[in-house]
Nanobody, 119 residues
Framework: QVQLVESGGGLVQAGGSLRLSCAASGSIFSINHMGWYRQAPGKQRELVAVITDGGSTNYADSVKGRFTISRDNAKNTVHLQMNSLKPEDTAVYYC?????????????WGKGTLVTVSS
């Protein structure tokens, strides 16, 4: 099993910054990719950013140039630096991890951390 623990959410004014972190633990042989998704009230969960084991990244168009995803492979952690936050960034942010656990790839989710951006 893989456990994901997120931290760093909170309330911030528009234009401010927050840094989210997610630590993966458990019977992990290796991690393929880690990322962040978000779900705003009344909307579907959407991809925010993802980073592969090789360091390649992909971002939602809505966050390009404002958010930066990074990864510490030695600590099985992923971070999301969020700058120039907008009220429309308000959502629950979920960490996602695709890891090799035993003989299979396992996709896991964190419980989520709330980010609220006030105007």
């Amino acid at each position: 099993q893989v456990q994901l623990v997120e931290s760093g959410g909170g309330l911030v004014q528009a234009g401010g910054s927050l840094r989210l972190s997610c630590a993966a633990s458990g019977s992990i042989f290796s991690i393929n990719h880690m990322g962040w998704y978000r779900q705003a009230p009344g909307k579907q969960r959407e991809l925010v950013a993802v980073i592969t084991d090789g360091g390649s990244t992909n971002y939602a168009d809505s966050v390009k140039g404002r958010f930066t995803i990074s990864r510490d492979n030695a600590k099985n952690t992923v971070h999301l630096q969020m700058n120039s936050l907008k009220p429309e960034d308000t959502a629950v942010y979920y960490c996602n991890c695709n890891a090799v656990v035993g003989p299979v790839d396992r996709n896991s989710w964190g419980k989520g951390t709330l980010v609220t951006v006030s105007s």
